[in-house]
């Protein structure tokens, strides 16, 4: 399998532009992350689906971000309008479900909003 | 909700040498610790778990140890190598199928 694939690996925008991030998660996992790395956050949450459903978008920071998991087999992310403060990089991140634990991190999309 | 915290933020360690990172975390009902090892530009990666019902476990050069009372946990390195070098994330959740809240990290030097 090729891993959890991400896309873009990196993206310079400007502020106020519409960003959207993609995920394609391993075949066969049905949970999804998207997590967002800062120096000074570390590593955050910021939704979760189960079976294409988000459980848990507590992490997300603010309405200018959403989630989506149309099917098994594909989720976005996407910032509108961006900030500079939304400057990062995100992973995605799958696994098999209840009672596996691990998960299988993507390399990540390093944005930078300018 | 879960918190964890993770100390040091830098370790390094002369090569040969052992290593240990410590984290803490708030919520009781967390039962399920991995840890994960990021090298530079690739996403976290899983290399040892542990459950609330285990107080150690050990894999190679890997162990992790877990006090519930106190609700400690940590990783330790035996016989560092160069290849160890990169940044450790402990992590929390409540049960296998639930959230992993993650520590802030540590970057690990191995020194020649």
């Known amino acids: 399998d090729a891993g959890v694939i991400q896309s873009p690996r990196h993206e310079v925008t400007e502020m106020g532009q519409e960003v959207t991030l993609r995920c394609k998660p391993i075949s066969g996992h049905n949970s999804l992350f998207w997590y967002r790395q800062t120096m000074m956050r570390g590593l955050e949450l910021l939704i979760y689906?189960?079976?294409?459903?988000?459980?848990?978008d507590s992490g997300m920071p603010e309405d200018r971000f959403s989630a989506k998991m149309p099917n098994a087999s594909f989720s976005t992310l996407k910032i509108q309008p961006s900030e500079p403060r939304d400057s990062a990089v995100y992973f995605c991140?799958?696994?098999?479900?209840?009672?596996?634990?691990?998960?299988?991190f993507g390399e990540g999309s390093r944005l930078t909003v300018l | 909700g879960e918190n964890v915290e993770q100390h040091p933020s830098t370790l390094s360690v002369q090569e040969g040498d052992s290593a240990v990172i410590k984290c803490t975390y708030s919520d009781s009902a967390s039962n399920y610790f991995p840890w994960y090892k990021q090298e530079l530009g690739k996403g976290p990666q899983l290399i040892i778990d542990?459950?609330?019902?285990?107080g150690e476990k050990k894999d190679q050069r890997i162990a992790v140890t877990l006090n519930k009372t106190a609700k400690h946990f940590s990783l330790h390195i035996t016989e560092t190598q160069p290849e160890d070098s990169a940044v450790y994330f402990c992590a929390a959740s409540r049960n296998r199928d639930d959230k992993i809240i993650f520590g802030k990290g540590t970057r690990l030097h191995i020194l020649p």
């Open positions: 689906f189960n079976n294409n459903v988000p459980i848990d």
């Open positions: 991140a799958s696994s098999f479900g209840p009672n596996t634990g691990e998960l299988f």
């Open positions: 542990i459950r609330s019902n285990v």
